[in-house]
């Protein structure tokens, strides 16, 4: 009698001990599907686009041969939190466009502007008005924002075969316009104090910065030619401005030299990648110019800082004219002194086996070379604070070697945060509806004269250096662009004659600072246009195949983001990029 009873659906016994031949291969049990939270098994219904159906095969006794199906999604989305389970996706390609919870470039701009309103918040419960439209923070902070966008408008610029327009230049017409046009200006307040302190701090960051890349090395290999080009036509355009000056724009001899040191600086922020984009074409490197001028670089603008201090500590003393020339030298005197004690302090302290010794240095160098250009003008001496901090920060780099250069690094990341303040507050000090018409045309006959001057001497200066007569006319033309100096000088002036309540001072002042804008906005785009276009003319190719010229161990001039070059002259020509 046969059995007709339901039997139980089990596995049939193979007549053989192994298991039974199947389509698929039978692959090894995994540990990672015991992990994987899956749906229960043999439920082909709930199978999906999304799933994948992996079916496992266990031998359990030699005769039987145990199946079961697991269903794992193809992209499992594992959180960081509780949650494990993938999230749901109504529609992928909104997911694509904007994925939830949001990840990418969209979660990084709400974090950003989540950790600015925070910030806002914070600083507006403490302050309240100054963060509001009319308040000081808040047009520091429009103000910053605003430069920071002219700069990078202004190095869109590129021409072929041309250096790139220096990104100051878009900072310092920001600062202009937010200042003279009309309803910006009523909410883009800044006061005078809160402006003239950040300007000192940006001076402080740039003297200590020029201190620190000063190359000991070079300064024992310097020929003749680079000293002579470094000095004569610094001092000699501040002379003729002086002169100039004094005779076409009324200027007292001591305001004439404040405003020829001024301009008697040349500008590395302009000269130093226009000749590293020559350099690397190699116009002018078996010759050497490159060198030449970025190592001359520095000083020259340490020259007229110098002279600039000295010169300003004689405007605002009281007493006779040999009174005053004596407290300029005491002033020079107290401020090297005062360095060279700083600078041997912070050599040793902090010691090398301290943690976050770079940090530290760094604060330090920061911290004193701020303290010594304020507490110079408190302490009545304002010429000695520049030269202080120049020297205690050659001295400070000179002790710690090699390590300097993440010193460097720091102090470079401050000075890109106040190169946009320094620059936007020196266009904003220009208000077209306080300038008066023969002011600017005295100034700008004074500055054309004082260039041609310099020119013609800095062309003598090169004789009997061994450059012909096109590679002398260049170095003449190239050493004319200003810039960074006359932004970080050019209103300390005006800063102090407004503190003495002056009337007839602060005019002074204000004809010093005019003429220094005037000198950025006119030698800047046309130096560098001037090297970019005459280089190829008048500068020699290598004769060699090398393209261009291992930069030796140089002073760095102001403002190189590093320093390099090795020994070896065989090795690949390397390129510099300059902060500015």
Not at 84 to 99: A, E, I, Q, S, W
Not at 529 to 537: D, E, Q, R, V, Y
Not at 539 to 568: H, I, M, W, Y
Request: overall charge neutral; some cysteine.
């Amino acid at each position: 009698m046969e059995d007709t009873q339901p039997k139980p659906a089990t596995p049939e016994p193979s007549p053989a001990p192994s298991p039974a031949p199947s389509r698929a291969p039978t692959p090894a049990p995994s540990p990672l599907l015991d992990r994987i939270v899956v749906p229960a098994a043999n439920h082909v219904e709930h199978l999906n686009v999304n799933q994948i159906q992996v079916v496992v095969r266990r031998c359990s006794t030699p005769n039987v041969t145990e199946e079961t199906t697991y269903f794992i999604p193809r992209n499992p989305v594992v959180d960081a939190g509780t949650n494990t389970d993938p999230p749901v996706v109504c529609c992928p390609l909104l997911r694509r466009v904007c994925p939830c919870p949001p990840r990418g470039l969209l979660a990084s701009l709400v974090t950003k502007v989540l950790l600015a309103g925070v910030l806002f918040g914070v600083v507006w419960s403490i302050t309240e008005d100054q963060c509001l439209p009319g308040g000081n923070l808040f047009g520091i902070t429009v103000l910053f924002i605003c430069a920071l966008i002219g700069g990078k408008l202004v190095a869109f610029i590129r021409l072929p075969k041309l250096p790139p327009f220096p990104p100051l230049l878009g900072m310092l017409l920001m600062g202009f316009l937010l200042r003279n046009i009309p309803v910006v200006t009523d909410g883009v307040y800044i006061d005078f104090r809160w402006s003239a302190s950040l300007r000192n701090i940006a001076l402080a960051v740039i003297l200590a910065r020029a201190g620190l890349g000063l190359d000991p090395s070079a300064l024992r290999k310097l020929k003749s030619v680079c000293i002579r080009v470094a000095c004569g036509p610094c001092i000699i355009e501040a002379c003729t401005v002086a002169v100039v000056s004094h005779f076409l724009m009324g200027l007292p001899w001591v305001w004439g030299f404040i405003l020829g040191f001024v301009l008697g600086a040349v500008s590395p922020a302009v000269v130093v990648p226009s000749m590293l984009l020559l350099q690397k074409d190699g116009y002018g490197v078996e010759q050497g110019i490159p060198t030449l001028l970025m190592a001359a670089g520095s000083f020259d603008d340490i020259l007229a800082i110098t002279g600039f201090t000295t010169c300003l500590g004689m405007a605002f003393a009281t007493g006779s004219t040999w009174y005053n020339l004596l407290r300029g030298v005491l002033e020079v005197a107290g401020g090297l002194v005062a360095g060279i004690l700083l600078g041997f302090l912070i050599q040793y302290f902090p010691s090398a086996d301290q943690k976050h010794i770079v940090m530290k240095r760094s604060f330090l160098v920061l911290g004193l070379s701020v303290f010594a250009v304020f507490g110079s003008g408190v302490a009545g001496f304002p010429g000695s604070g520049g030269l202080c901090t120049l020297v205690l920060a050659f001295l400070a780099g000179l002790g710690w070697g090699t390590e300097k250069e993440r010193v460097e690094e720091v102090v470079g990341w401050a000075w890109d945060v106040f190169q946009p303040l320094l620059f936007g507050l020196i266009g904003a000090e220009i208000r077209i509806s306080q300038l008066e018409g023969h002011t600017v045309g005295l100034g700008i006959a004074s500055l054309l004269i004082a260039l041609l001057v310099r020119i013609l001497f800095t062309f003598v200066c090169v004789f009997c250096a061994g450059f012909n007569m096109k590679e002398k006319v260049f170095i003449a033309l190239a050493w004319m662009p200003k810039a960074t100096v006359q932004a970080a000088i050019g209103s300390t002036a005006l800063d102090m004659a407004r503190t003495k309540n002056d009337t007839q001072l602060q005019k002074y002042g204000m004809d010093v600072l005019t003429v220094a804008v005037l000198s950025i906005l006119l030698t800047a785009p046309v130096g560098a246009l001037i090297i970019g276009l005459s280089g190829p003319l008048l500068l020699q190719k290598p004769k060699n195949s090398a393209c261009g010229e291992r930069v030796k161990p140089n002073l760095s001039a102001f403002f190189l983001g590093t320093a390099a070059g090795g020994e070896d002259d065989n090795e690949t020509p390397v390129t510099y990029e300059s902060t500015l």
